[in-house]
């Protein structure tokens, strides 16, 4: 054990060892015990029977083709409405980002105030405002591709999500070295084009992981519609198969598993970009890059 390690966690005794090895297995045993208690009333109840099962794993079922194409509709569709509010939420989260960080104290208050009230409130009553409030007030989306409900989803996750992405942005920024933005100002570049051409890309390469993951929170936030309208997302139709079925436990496990690989991708993408980027952060030719740069301010 290192000594950091050893700082921060007290290496355990013989006696400690042995109750903490005997809680172990006493537990896994608890929960192998319910797991069995389980399994064996699900069985009793012909939950694990093919009548049940056999819309989602047999093809011969006459219903397993119709099952997977509503699935695959609502991952369509579920895929489509994250993906574009993700998109005006990245663009419009940036603005507020650049505007918090270019504008004075009194231009600032506002949009502090703004990220703080739809930072503070849950997102399906910023979802509930775009489906069925602004459909009350008279905006009319339904001549959009998509339609009304899907406009008024994407506008109440990016309600929530920009201000989101508005502060991971700022974070960003404000983690580069102050060097940067005073290379660029003496450079002759205005304000406007040193954020714009040296401190955003940089944010963002620096960003990208924790954008990458916040797209798997959009993406299961657009289960949310389910409670307020009527939108084939992957949820939905789930809801859809399983009133016509009637096999709920098998319908919404497909589901859940289906939103667990979706999502593992997506992290497992966010992971891959992040080694991708401390490769190349410590790759040979970023350090002669790096190593020929000259500090601003520095002596010859």
Known sequence: MSQQESVLYDAQGPKARRRTAIGTVVAVLVLLGLAFVVVRRLADRGQFSMEAWGPWIDPSNESFELVWELVAEGIVNTIKAAVVAMVLSVVLGTLIAVARLSWG????????AVVEVLRGLPVVVLIYIGVRVLDDVGLDFSGLPGGQVFWGLVIG?????????????????ASLPKGQREAALATGLTRGQTMRIVLLPQAFRAMLPAIISQLVVVLKDTSLVTFIANYDELLSQGESIRRVLD????????????????????GRLAQYIERRQGRAASSPDAERTGAGVVPVGGGA
Do not use: D
């Open 157 to 173: 996750l990016t309600a929530y999500n920009m201000v989101i992405f508005a502060e991971i942005v700022r974070a960003g920024v």
């Open 247 to 266: 096999n709920p436990i098998q319908t919404f496990v497909v589901i859940a598993l289906l939103y667990i690989a979706i999502n593992y991708s997506l």
């Open 105 to 112: 104290r009194a231009g600032r208050l506002p949009l502090v």
